[in-house]
Structure formats: structure tokens, C-alpha cells
């Protein structure tokens, strides 16, 4: 854990929170500036940036408490859906740098996009640069 980080000040009872869940290795905690009533971010008690720096085992168990926790938080606010998204770094938005999901119920007509919104490209990659980047990838 770092002195500084919020999450972890959270995490070690310095900061208060409206804690929703925790277990040995996540706590979910209602966010303080909603997107919408029942906003809650899940978090790994494991200091870490991006998602793929935790370990494995973290990774598993913070997204079995998305699972459970999901309908759930629906269910608390009457909503039928939710926007589940994670900003893996600070080119993607993320202020606080220590993994965590957003977990935003969504109500229709409620104002928002889709996720896929978020970063627009003006120009379709070609096939010939979609085949390269699958390439990299498989590659890791």
C-alpha cells in the first residue's frame, strides 16, 4: 500500500468510505462524486496502477466481486443496466492510480453514451493494419 494513495488510505480505515463489500483481497465502496446514484468502484487491496501488474489471483477475485456485485448494485437503485469500465492508466483518464472498476448503474433515458464513445478514431484501421495489430498482440 502507498501513504498517499486514497484508495489505500481507504483500504487501511485513515480515509471513510461507503463500503458496499470486502474480503482479504477487494474492497467496493460507493464513489463520493457518482456518475449516478449507486456509482461504486471495486478495488484490489494490492497497490497497483493497471490491471495487468496484479497478479493473476488478484486479477480472479477482483472480478468475482464484479460479478456478485453487479446485480446487486442495479437492484439497490431500480436500474436494469450498468456501465462497468476501467481507466488502465493516465492516458485513459484514470486520476487516481490504483486499479479500480466503475460500476455505474444506467436508468434509460439517463444522459451517456456508450463506452465505445469514449475515444473515437476518425479512420477505421485498414485490413492490412487490423492483421498486424492482431499479430502484435498474440505476440505479446
Known amino acids: 500500500m502507498i501513504r498517499d494513495c486514497v484508495f489505500c488510505r481507504i483500504i487501511r480505515g ?14 467496493a465502496f460507493l464513489d463520493i462524486h457518482p456518475s449516478a446514484p449507486g456509482h461504486t468502484l471495486i478495488i484490489p487491496k494490492t497497490h497497483e496502477a493497471q490491471i495487468e501488474r496484479l497478479s493473476e489471483e ?3 477475485q477482483l472480478f468475482t466481486v464484479l460479478h456478485k ?47 465505445q464513445g469514449i475515444a473515437k478514431m476518425s479512420m477505421r484501421p485498414t ?14
Request: aromatic letters at 2%; zero cysteines.
Open 69 to 115: 456485485l453487479a446485480g446487486k448494485i442495479q437492484s439497490a437503485v431500480s436500474a436494469s443496466s450498468s456501465t462497468i469500465g476501467i481507466n488502465n492508466g493516465p492516458d485513459s483518464g484514470q486520476e487516481i492510480p490504483h486499479v479500480h472498476i466503475h460500476v455505474i448503474p444506467r436508468l434509460k433515458g439517463m444522459r451517456g453514451g456508450v463506452i
Open 58 to 60: 488478484d486479477a480472479r
Open 127 to 140: 485490413e492490412a493494419e487490423m492483421r498486424l495489430i492482431a499479430e502484435l498482440i498474440k505476440r505479446g
Open 14 to 27: 485513515e480515509t471513510p468510505a461507503y463500503k458496499v463489500y470486502e474480503d482479504e483481497k477487494v474492497l
